[in-house]
């Protein structure tokens, strides 16, 4: 349910951790030396430096991961990164060189380009959701509301209707119009409890429609859902699709 509820979340600053660089670092060189001694065919035996070698080698590598990780979270690929800049700049303060730039406007030039390319990414999804959306409300059954928001109902329920102020509890099943999986309850097994008022606009708005024991399938414009700033897996100006089951009021 993290992702759901996260529905007012402060762009954070991006930047790349020093202690991340020196790890790298390590990664590089203790990386090619295990590469040399295999070309020379020479085989060591194992002792306790050996051990602390390749103990620094899995905790640089994990790190490298989740570094890899966040990188890729804001919107970098390989293709956005000179490797040879990026292990100079890396290797100029290991070595307690003075770096080209210094930290301040590294940070600032580096948020600059990460949020121009997020920007320009979101306007891309944005008019993927639209498209989606156009093609969607031409298929039988599907309403819309004054909003945008987008619903076909899967199963009728009967029950009450929960209002801005109840807490209720749903099975719920959120994609991408990729077809991605973000987020599920369903998966998970486990139904979420939650106040009404404290999930995204979309959801505030599509639940007090539905009668207790609904099934609904709901199309929910990236204005409603987590607007430009995204959310995670969920990219900038992502349009997000729920199947929503309402269990209860409580």
Not at 40 to 60: C, Y
Not at 69 to 95: C, H, P, R, Y
Not at 195 to 219: A, C, D, F, H, Y
Request: some cysteine; overall charge positive; glycine content about 8%.
């Amino acid at each position: 349910m993290g992702t759901l509820l996260n529905s007012i979340v402060s762009m954070k600053k991006l930047f790349i951790p020093v202690l991340a660089v020196c790890l790298l670092a390590t990664s590089f060189t203790t990386q090619a030396q295990n590469s040399d001694k295999l070309k020379a065919g020479k085989v060591e035996k194992t002792t306790a430096t050996d051990k602390v070698e390749k103990d620094v080698d899995r905790f640089s590598y994990g790190y490298g991961v989740l570094l890899a990780t966040s990188l890729k979270q804001q919107g970098l690929t390989l293709k956005d990164i000179n490797t040879d800049d990026f292990i100079e700049g890396l290797k100029a303060v290991m070595e307690g060189q003075t770096p080209k730039v210094d930290v301040a406007t590294a940070q600032n030039e580096v948020n600059a380009k990460i949020q121009a390319m997020m920007a320009k990414k979101g306007e891309v999804n944005l008019k993927a959701g639209q498209l989606y959306m156009e093609k969607n409300a031409k298929k039988k059954g599907v309403k819309q509301t004054a909003s945008g928001i987008q619903y076909e109902i899967m199963k009728a329920g009967e029950g009450a209707k929960p209002t801005a102020t109840s807490k209720v509890t749903t099975h719920y099943h959120g994609t991408l119009i990729d077809g991605t999986v973000f987020d599920s309850s369903v998966d998970r097994g486990q139904p979420a409890t939650f106040p009404v008022n404290g999930v995204i606009k979309g959801w505030q708005e599509i639940l007090p429609m539905m009668p207790i024991g609904s099934k609904w399938r709901v199309t929910i414009p990236a204005h409603l859902a987590y607007g430009n700033r995204g959310q995670g897996s969920i990219k900038a100006n992502s349009t997000l699709i729920f199947e929503i089951e309402l269990i209860s009021i409580q």
